[in-house]
């Protein structure tokens, strides 16, 4: 879901600029141009839509920073390990996620051009940024989308408080005939990791119920809760909440779902195994995905699909509010909305990411950009 930005100290950076400078920071470390440009699309399409957790902001620290401490590869080796007409087994070899992920869709959406429906399973990846761009693609080809991925471990399964699943998002696109389609691109657990990064940045508390820890109580310091995730001494709660009384079992559920489908199809990496930490030692996280596209014309013409998901979405926006509520939304429409308002911006750069930014710059000597910060 789209968000604005937190905290008073922001820059806004044009999009092309900030586009271009990701994917020549990307070449300077060793991913091939063709490549570069990928992540950076992928990148700059998360702030494009209003999602400021997973795009330039994750830039420097899961990407650019990990190909230099070598636990990811910036040469991306796409191997196709096993392949039938609608379905693909690949293995990415720790390359650049992005790269692994649009080239998994594609290979959907062909299928499923053929055939009608298209899947592929992915091991040994890595972060492929927001899920919603790969339903998107499928979206733009007429056809429903379908991913998600496992990630390192930071979810408490329901009753407990150590972290074993990753935020392990579901992410669904579904085209309509509104400007926008319907894309739910969420964690499965309450928060994500991206989120409490922005309210680390702008040094904001977190509200109660989003993070549990090892006494079953809930913490709200951003900036110790980042650490203590990574020390195992604290965990997000699923989707639904802490316990089972809000449905926090639900979240739960979806969340092993993705993560089984994450691993078992292409005999991947799970919970534990993702830690990305060996005898205290950076080790690639080897990440699984998995990719659906479904041919709409297989089961209807694409028109009529399109315009019943669009009464649909109009006929939910347009029920009865509660008191108080300006408006009711439905998937996909914040991130278009926050399209709108941002084009003619840009991406809102806040203080500790602009130094992110210019240390980046520094370091591979990027003089030809002239940043406003």
């Known amino acids: 879901m789209a968000t604005k930005p937190i905290g008073e100290d922001v820059v806004w950076v044009p999009f092309d600029i900030m586009e271009r400078f990701m994917a020549d920071a990307l070449q300077g470390i060793g991913v091939p141009e063709a490549d570069a440009k990928v992540c950076a699309e992928v990148l700059i399409t998360s702030d494009k839509r209003g999602i400021d957790s997973h795009g330039v902001a994750r830039f420097k620290t899961i990407y650019y920073d990990r190909i ?9 080796r796409f191997e196709v390990v096993r392949e039938g007409p609608t379905t693909a087994v690949i293995d990415g070899h720790d390359g650049m996620g992005h790269v692994i992920a649009q080239r998994a869709m594609r290979m959907c959406i062909e299928k499923a051009g053929k055939f009608g429906l ?10 492929y940024g927001i899920a919603g761009y790969y339903a998107l693609m499928a979206c733009e080809a007429g056809m429903i ?8 471990p930071s979810v408490a399964p329901t009753f407990g408080v150590e972290n074993m ?5 579901l992410t669904f696109g579904l085209p309509t005939d509104e400007e926008f389609p319907f894309v739910l691109d969420c964690a499965t657990s309450i928060t994500q990791r991206g989120k409490i990064e922005v309210y680390a940045r702008a040094g904001k508390t977190m509200p109660q119920g989003w993070v549990i820890d090892a006494q079953g109580g809930t913490k709200t310091d951003s900036r110790a809760v980042l650490q203590e995730l990574i020390k195992g001494t604290a965990a997000l709660a699923p989707l639904g909440g802490i316990g089972e009384d809000t449905g926090g079992y639900k979240g739960y559920g979806y969340c092993a779902v993705v993560e089984i489908l994450s691993a078992a199809l ?32 297989a089961f209807c013409p694409l028109a009529e699909f399109k315009k019943t998901a669009g009464d649909i979405c109009r006929q939910l926006r347009a029920s009865q509010k509660m008191p108080g509520a300006e408006r009711i939304y439905t ?3 914040k991130e278009h909305l926050a399209w709108l308002e941002r084009k003619g911006k ?3 750069v ?4 602009q130094k992110e930014v210019k240390a980046v710059q520094m370091e591979l000597g990027l003089k030809q950009y002239k940043f406003p910060f």
């Open 165 to 169: 699943l990753g935020t392990n998002p």
């Open 331 to 333: 998937a996909g429409e």
């Open 68 to 76: 230099k401490d070598k636990i990811q590869q910036p040469v991306t």
């Open 266 to 297: 292409q005999g991947g990496s799970f919970l534990k195994m993702l830690l990305g930490f060996e005898n205290g030692k950076k080790t690639p996280y080897h990440l699984g995905h998995f990719f659906m596209a479904v041919n709409i014309e």
């Open 350 to 353: 806040n203080a500790e990411l």
């Open 118 to 127: 298209g899947m592929v399973a992915v091991r040994n990846s890595t972060h």
């Open 346 to 348: 840009g991406v809102p």
């Open 145 to 152: 989308g379908l991913t998600g991925t496992n990630a390192r």
